[in-house]
């Protein structure tokens, strides 16, 4: 090969990426309405390799396909508060998305890749991993694949499959940035172990498909990153998506019985409060839980948690979800100015 049709090449190679990606993140679900765009694409030149089974080629073709596989599996779901997406998970007519997309919602409208519209019904919801299940009745649309096995690289091609800004079946492109995060919705809800992803995730793509390139969907994107430097607006290239892992975990419970028993989460037994100057306010304490058993107390201030300082209700929830249940714990409180350290054995969190 020439130097120059290397270069030839790479630039494809480059240019490709950069077409699939062109879609510009944003915050999460909103109420914007359906929208509808006809793009008319007209190619005259033929780039050496490409059109005869080069690489670049090869790559577009994987993209394709996978788009080809895993699209007629994700919904757009519409509640009263906006629009969000889900992701086939049976034959049975169950489908999972966030929890933060159902909201409140006991019923929600669900509609599927082909365009027809049906009624759902939610089945459970665990807001502390952000999972969902609705079930829609007269309809089985064909279930994704969700991967079974757990090992995701850094640099591995993805795929996010959602209904951004109610443009249904969207598609942008991006790779696993990274593993293994802890990050705060900022409400109080902490997800552990997040994938980290560069692909775009817009308004409305929250609950689709975030897949590789063997049509296996790895996780469910959930939020994009915002940036305090330029007024909290959502930053560029960095989203996060909750493991394929956990939603299976979390989504057989709830199908199988509506609620969750087994998280794998900590749980203190506390109900908190963050104070307008800093600082974890113990509101009530759970009778014969966790926290009572250690001695814990109502008006209690929480300074720090296994050895990091908390200053607010996220803070708290980022560290529990950093820590088994069964685990005992140094959890240090201010009590009428006087600071202690109780040793906390956490319990598991569990649905109401």
Known sequence: MTLARAALLVGLVFALAA?????????????????????TVTTTDTVAGASSGGPADSLQREF?????????S????????????????????DIVTNAHVVGAAKSVKVTLS????????VVGTFPPNDVAVVHVDGATPRPATFRERTRIAVGDIVLA???????????????VSSLGRTVSEGNGVAL?????????????????????????????????????????????GIGFAIPSSTVRRIADQLIATGKVTT??????????ATLVNGGVLVASVQAGGPAAHA?????????????????STDDLATVLAQIKPGTTIPVKVDRHGNTMTLHVKVGELQSP
């Open 114 to 121: 082909n365009g027809s519209r049906h009624s759902g019904t």
């Open 161 to 175: 499959i959602g209904n951004p800004l109610g443009l249904r079946s969207s598609v942008t492109q991006g790779i």
């Open 192 to 236: 552990p172990s997040v994938i980290q992803t560069s692909a775009a995730i817009n308004p409305g793509n929250s609950g689709g498909a975030l897949v590789d390139l063997r049509s296996e969907v790895i996780g469910i994107p959930t939020l994009a990153a915002l940036d305090p430097e330029f007024g909290s607006t959502p930053a560029a």
């Open 74 to 93: 994700v919904v757009q779901i519409e509640t009263s508060q906006g629009l969000g997406s889900g992701v086939v998970y049976d034959g049975m007519g």
């Open 263 to 272: 998280s794998g989460r900590a749980f203190l037994g506390v109900q908190v």
């Open 295 to 311: 001695g814990m107390k109502q008006g209690d201030l929480i300074v720090a948690v296994n050895g990091t300082t908390v200053q």
């Open 64 to 72: 394709v396909r996978v788009v080809a596989d895993v699209s007629p």
């Open 19 to 39: 077409l699939a990606s062109g879609c510009s993140g944003s915050g999460d679900s909103s109420s914007a309405a359906t929208a509808t765009a006809t793009v």
